[in-house]
């Protein structure tokens, strides 16, 4: 089965960075979509970055021009780079990956939670003022 892994994250000071990574293992296609989702303390979850496997990409508005998400397919991973941190980042962060036929929907790969089936245990962000 497919199996992802986060890490990276922890502490951080209001307009540092942090790069996090999604190891994946076991995927049985041979084309993924692979996402990076947050969720805030008692909030729902929302999608923040997407990328097929031609690297093109997707953003939620809230995070365009700070976050940045990458892919190597090769080595089944993605990292996710949050530059100009702000404490309105501190949320747990979840990676996500679906086949491509599952989770691509207008051209791009989804933000939307229920489109990814396989999902990583999430890492902790907290980002200080």
């Known amino acids: 089965q497919v199996q992802l892994a986060e890490s990276g994250g922890g502490s951080a000071q209001s307009g540092g960075s942090l790069r996090l990574s999604c190891q994946a293992s076991g995927y049985t296609y041979t084309s993924y979509c692979l996402a990076w989702f947050r969720q805030y303390p008692g909030q729902e979850r929302e999608g923040v970055a997407a990328v097929d496997p031609n690297g093109t990409t997707k953003y939620a508005d809230s995070v365009k021009g700070r976050f940045t998400i990458s892919q190597d397919n090769a080595k089944m991973s993605s990292s996710l780079e949050i530059n100009d941190l702000k404490p309105e980042d501190s949320a747990t962060y979840f990676c996500?990956?679906?086949?491509?036929?599952?989770?691509?929907?207008?051209?791009?790969?989804?933000?939307?939670?229920?489109?990814?089936?396989?999902w990583g245990q999430g890492t902790q962000v907290t980002v200080s003022s």
């Open positions: 996500a990956a679906d086949a491509t036929a599952y989770a691509v929907y207008g051209g791009l790969c989804s933000l939307d939670v229920p489109d990814y089936r396989y």
